[in-house]
């Protein structure tokens, strides 16, 4: 052996207890050492050795990995304990192999202290150039670089970081700060806004609830009436059945009581002699057998009518959801596109001018008003009815009942008035009041706005398929009034029996629910026109939704039933829209200011 054998041999045996502490960190790496003995061979090997002369010249096996007291040898020379290690190349070095290594400059090295080979970087090998270390950073493609990448065009005028470390540090910083400033409170704000909603939307079923029960208590109610009613009659039907019967009971018992004195007196006379009954007796059987007229009277019968349940689901109501969108990333538009509106047929009523009011009575006819008469049409413009009002006057605002008769208000008399058949009958009289606009409900009634005769107070009156009052809508919970004192408003029922009226005066919709209390009111989308918001006509459709006309700005507002716009119908610049009306395929009837025409737009 050699002097420097035996020096470094002498030098590892000297450096055992200072490193016996670290070994067992140090061993715990198995990269470095290749283990290729089970343990039961290593324990033989140690039991053969101990047994072995101690003089023996035979080397020991080594076994680091099971045994604190050796040190880490060299990957190099394997003889001499570890000192440094080289990061790139993964080796274990003594201080005499360090200069041996790192000799060979045909890739780069980075000797560092072995205690450190842990908290070195390890770069990540080029994916376009074999065996090359990224300790670059570009700055612009966000990726580790080989010095092979740095000197390319690719990378020409790039922010480019010779330290990967470094620049990643960067990166890592700038996007630390993006979450936590930016995408983070974000994402805060999503969670409290979800929070908010779930809070709003339980409150809003339960509403939702509370509506459809009261809903269905109010038609109960009136099922409720009809059945007393039916018994009403019932028990008037058999009253005067009963005494009917009573009187020809009485009547025959009055004959059955002169039949028996007659049979009483005949008796008497066969027991007298043979010369007075052929004297005296005369016969009146012939009264007798006239017999007593007998009145039949027909037993009532209740004939109960089919329950369609279509129909009844149809009558009661049904739910639908609030027209929203989403974009493509899955967020809710607050103002979406829905079919483009188009019109789909003009229907000429053959007079030039405003046309007060516009009616569907069917999906094939639309009344008209102006002035003191109304017409009703085809849709091809054919004119079938030419009515005038009852009283001479003009016509306020007209609708139709479900059973398609029509009414109308009329301002200067005061009047409700309804025409059946060919019969026009005032059904409400006003004291103090003048009914402006009108249309029919849900459960047949009607719903009549109206201001008082001195023009100091307005109103919205529920009345009953009876005509009676059944909601007055004037003030709000504090006591002020929902309605301006203008004459110039227009009403229409939701389908979730909001109570929608057209302020022009207060240049708002005023939406009230089915007990008064006042929902929500709309003045115009804040973000899109500059002149404020004037409605005249008012319609609902069958997804509850709002359609309001804007003469002004010549176009119409579509909201959802809890009052958020959603978009705007635009219409013939040349012609203002004045009344509406949809019909049960929402096909939307907009009636102009000037040219007296009635244009039909599909919009859903």
Known sequence: MSDSENSDSETAEEQYPEEEEEEEELYSDDDFWDVSESDEENDELSSDSDNKDSASTKPKVLQPTRSAQYAILCNLCSRSSVTSYCIPCCVSLCSNCVDKHTYNSSKPHKVVPYQEKHAATKYPECKEHAKKECQSYCGDCDIPLCHTCVSSDKHRGHKISDDLGKGKREKVKKDLKELKEKIFPFYQKIALDLQGEKTAVKKHYERLDAAVSKYGDILLKKMKAVVEKEKSCIIEGKSKHISTLEKQEKSIAKKMSKLERRILELKQLLDTSNEFIASEYESKNSKFNRMPSRKIIPLLKFVPKMINENDLHQNFGFLTFSAVTQDKNGFIMTNPSAHKPEIIKTVATGKKGCLSSVECCSNNEVWTTWGKIMKLHKL????????????????????????????????????????????????????????????????????????????????????????????????????????????????????????????????????????????????????????????????????????????????????????????????????????????????LFVAGKKSGEIKMITYT
């Not at 479900?402 to 208000?409: A, C, F, I, P, T």
């Not at 849900?442 to 109206?450: E, K, N, P, R």
């Open 380 to 587: 091809n413009g054919e004119l079938l009815k030419s009515i005038k009002t009852k009283s001479g006057y003009n016509v306020g605002d007209i609708t139709t009942t479900k059973k398609g008769y029509l009414v109308y208000s009329d301002p200067d008399s005061k009047t409700i008035n309804r025409m059946k058949k060919k019969t026009i009958k005032e059904v409400i009289t006003l004291h103090g009041w003048t009914p402006c606009s009108v249309c029919s409900t849900s459960l047949d009634g009607l719903l009549v706005t109206m201001i008082s005769n001195d023009k100091k107070q307005s109103k919205v009156i529920r009345y009953t398929d009876s005509f009676e009052e059944s909601l007055t809508a004037q003030f709000d919970n504090k006591g002020v009034p929902l309605y301006s004192k203008s004459s110039k408003k227009y009403v229409s029922e939701n389908k979730n029996l909001d109570i929608c009226v057209a302020d022009r005066g207060s240049l708002a919709v005023v939406v009230v629910n089915q007990t008064g209390r006042l929902r929500f009111r709309y003045t115009g989308s804040p973000s899109a026109i500059k002149t404020s918001l004037k409605p005249d006509g008012i319609a609902t459709d069958s997804h509850s939704q709002i359609l309001t006309a804007d003469s002004h700005n010549k176009r119409i507002h579509i909201l959802d039933q809890d009052g958020h716009f959603l978009r705007y119908i635009a219409v013939d610049k040349s012609d203002c829209p004045f009344s509406l009306c949809v019909d049960t395929n929402n096909t």
